[in-house]
């Protein structure tokens, strides 16, 4: 037994050299997955016009409306990429942790603030259905109030693209068409 | 100096740990210029070549596709022929940032020579299946095929 033990150090010192220098990416990140399709049509729609630049100028307008910075814009390619960032406090973890310290525990640190990014992304739809078509993707960093990262993802939400092309379609007095 | 053979066995284990500590991952400013591939190695897994010279329509499919891939674009440029985007997602219980950067350039009359390159976390990605992945997407979205350079 005692020689077992004498071995718990030194593996676990390994695990922690390991653990700390070797990640391997996912092997479905950059795969295209069944799912990407249903997504590609709730995040795209298509506008009978041919004036690409006339949308990305909206598009601009419409991320400035909602408080978004430009951070990037290559207008040949069709290209805007903007961010917000904002408060990320939400009552119910504050309370939980206020909770938490009221029970004479460790205070757990929330959610304090966020970090989020758009890209608009114009381009000319095929030739059977003329238009242009536009995709926006919306992600998010969140931070806790210990400076930690704890959320990484996507913003797939249908009503933020819903939401986001009825004022599109608003401000260039054209009909978002589904994909 | 002498040490009781007890004593000598602690100092020679700290020194052990010390330098399996520091060889582990090097000094931290060494990262600048590291790889672990060879470069030739590396090049050929991230590059493909399309039979097109079309660079504005391959660099518009290559966004086309990242985005089809979960990604936020976050820079462009037509007139270096490069782009670059951010994948926010989870794998398991554990979240990942993915950053990609694709640049495209002519490789002789007819073809472009398009480069990926990954990055997961904090570790540059030279695992070929996941440049697989991507180029097969690409070669679909492109309706050409993704051909290896040596």
């Given at each position: 037994m005692s020689r077992v033990w004498r071995h718990?150090?030194?593996?676990?010192?390994?695990?922690?050299?390991?653990?700390?220098?070797?990640?391997?990416?996912?092997?479905?990140?950059?795969?295209l997955a069944p799912e990407s399709l249903p997504?590609?049509?709730?995040?795209?729609?298509?506008?009978?016009?041919?004036?690409?630049k006339m949308l990305l100028a909206a598009g601009a307008a419409i991320l400035q409306d909602l408080g978004f910075t430009l951070d990037a814009s290559e207008s040949r390619l069709g290209v805007l990429v903007a961010s917000k960032d904002r408060s990320a406090v939400e009552a119910g973890q504050v309370i939980f942790s206020l909770f938490l310290a009221a029970l004479g525990g460790a205070p757990v640190p929330w959610d304090e603030k966020q970090k989020i990014r758009a890209s608009f992304v114009t381009r000319p739809a095929g030739t059977e259905r003329p238009g242009v078509l536009v995709r926006v993707t919306f992600q998010r960093i969140v931070w806790n109030t210990a400076k930690q990262v704890t959320k990484t993802e996507p913003l797939d939400e249908p009503r933020f693209y819903q939401e986001f092309f009825e004022k599109l379609s608003k401000a260039v007095f054209l009909e978002a068409h589904e994909f | 100096m002498s040490f009781s053979p007890g004593k000598k066995r602690i100092r020679f284990a700290t020194v052990a740990f010390a330098c399996l500590l520091m060889s582990a991952c090097g000094t931290s400013k060494e990262q600048l210029l590291a790889t672990t591939?060879?470069?030739?190695?590396?090049?050929s897994i991230q590059t493909r070549a399309f039979d097109t010279t079309d660079r504005e329509r391959t660099l518009r499919t290559i966004i086309a596709t990242m985005q089809d891939l979960g990604f936020v674009m976050d820079h462009a440029d037509e007139t270096l022929g490069s782009v670059s985007g951010t994948k926010l997602d989870r794998s398991g219980f554990q979240n990942y940032t993915l950053r990609l950067n694709v640049t495209v350039r002519p490789r002789g009359s007819t073809q472009l020579l398009v480069r990926a390159n990954a990055q997961y976390n904090l570790v540059q990605v030279e695992d070929p299946e996941p440049y697989q992945e991507f180029f097969a997407a690409l070669g679909r979205a492109m309706f050409l095929e993704a051909q290896q350079v040596d």
């Open positions: 718990v150090p030194g593996s676990f010192a390994w695990v922690l050299l390991v653990s700390a220098c070797a990640t391997q990416i996912p092997k479905e990140a950059l795969r997504l590609r049509q709730l995040q795209t729609r298509r506008f009978d016009t041919g004036d690409e | 591939a060879s470069q030739v190695q590396l090049r």
